[in-house]
């Protein structure tokens, strides 16, 4: 089995994604076939354990403060909410729950001791559990991985040139800091991107790219189409196609072959074809729930329709690797620092998105 290549172009990736389909769609599910059961997809649930007020402004998020949309925050929840959530997942096939905050970075404090509460109940339903909740110190990533945590989520989102265009409260580099913080405990990363926010082909690449020469690779890529909420500056994005999505896919299974390729937002806008084409091409996780984090997704019962009809089986968990142990608070190592890192706020300026609104109108 070829291992993984850490040096792929964005000429290279660019040339995959550009192939005739059905050469592509071959090509991703050979690979697919030859890492990963073809007939096995993970269902995950997204929680999201504190909605709305983030000060950060991402243009395609609504929990953005500063976006005027119809969202409906809550403050974090507690964790008898989420052991209860949690397992009802586990309950309707979700082998993983992922808990977002709408956080710009963790701070440490009474908060973040909950969230580390949660990780431990979860771990010990014996589910993989992710986070998503900004950016994160190398000292909060340990405390995290001592929790029990499996997997931390911290998305591109798109290329380096494009980032700019979407958020300009942090830099790609934070992000990247941020994983490099992941990788320096066992806690696997989870980082993907969003497809439809006016990016180009070269774009998608460069997002590829700088995934795929990650080393090692994430263990897991969500590839989410853009959900244009009202109230955003990309409310009037058009919608992806299908086939722009199975493209995205099926050439993140070719660079990344070892990876769970996660079909994220946007699935309420595929059809069943459509998605059935997607896990062919090598999408292996899709998450359940009526939402996803605040937009919407299809409702449990029609992905386990989907299911029986296309024979796949619902993934175990810890599959790809172990179950973390779990470290009580009060055998805990690490001290709660009460860092404030320095992140970057590169050319702070909202007009960024207010630009990209307008370029997105023009373009109706
Ligand atoms: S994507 Fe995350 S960081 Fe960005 S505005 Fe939304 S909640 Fe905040």
Redesign the pocket.
Same mark, same amino acid.
Request: glycine content about 12%; charged content about 20%.
């Given at each position: 089995m070829a291992a993984a290549s850490h040096n792929w172009t964005q000429k290279e990736i660019l040339a995959i994604y550009n192939k005739p389909l059905m050469e592509l769609l071959y090509e991703a599910a050979t690979v697919h076939r030859l890492h990963h059961n073809p007939n096995t997809v993970q269902v995950s649930t997204l929680l999201s354990v504190k909605t709305g007020g @983030? #000060?950060?402004? @991402?243009g395609?998020? #609504?929990? *953005?403060a500063r976006y005027h949309t119809n969202i409906e925050g809550n403050d974090l929840m507690s964790v008898t909410q989420v052991k209860a959530q949690a397992l009802r997942a586990k309950a309707s096939g979700s082998s993983r729950v992922c808990m +977002?905050a *709408?956080?710009?970075n963790v701070k440490d404090g009474a908060e973040f001791d909950q969230v580390l509460e949660m990780v431990r109940t979860i771990n010990k339903l014996d589910m993989e559990v992710c986070c998503?909740l +900004?950016m994160l110190t190398k000292n909060q990533a340990k405390r995290l991985a001592e929790a029990g945590l499996y997997a931390y989520n911290h998305n591109l989102d798109s290329s380096e040139t494009y980032y700019k265009e979407v958020?300009s409260t942090r830099g790609f580099e934070d992000r990247l800091k941020t994983i490099d913080n992941v990788r320096k405990t066992n806690v696997t990363v989870c980082s993907g991107g969003i497809i439809g926010m006016g990016e180009t082909e070269d774009d998608r690449a460069g997002m590829l790219v700088a995934l795929s020469t990650l080393n090692p690779q994430p263990e897991s890529v969500p590839i989410n189409a853009l959900v244009a909420v009202e109230g955003t500056p990309l409310e009037h994005q058009k919608p992806v196609s299908i086939w722009e999505m199975v493209r995205m896919v099926a050439t993140t299974r070719i660079v990344m072959p070892e990876t769970q390729v996660r079909l994220s937002a946007g699935r309420t806008q595929m059809s069943q074809e459509g998605q059935a084409l997607c896990f062919f091409a090598g999408a292996n996780s899709i998450f359940a729930g009526d939402k996803l984090l605040t937009t919407p997704n299809p409702d449990v019962s029609e992905d386990m329709e989907l299911f029986k009809l296309l024979g796949l089986n619902t993934q175990k968990p810890f599959i790809k690797k172990m179950q973390p142990e779990t470290v009580e608070a009060e055998d805990s190592q690490f001290q709660d620092l009460g860092e404030k890192p320095k992140w970057s706020r590169p050319e702070h300026t909202i007009e960024r998105n207010e630009s990209a609104k307008e370029k997105a109108k023009s373009l109706k």
């Open positions: @983030c #000060p950060e402004d @991402c395609y998020c #609504p929990q *953005a +977002g *709408a956080w710009r998503t +900004g958020i």
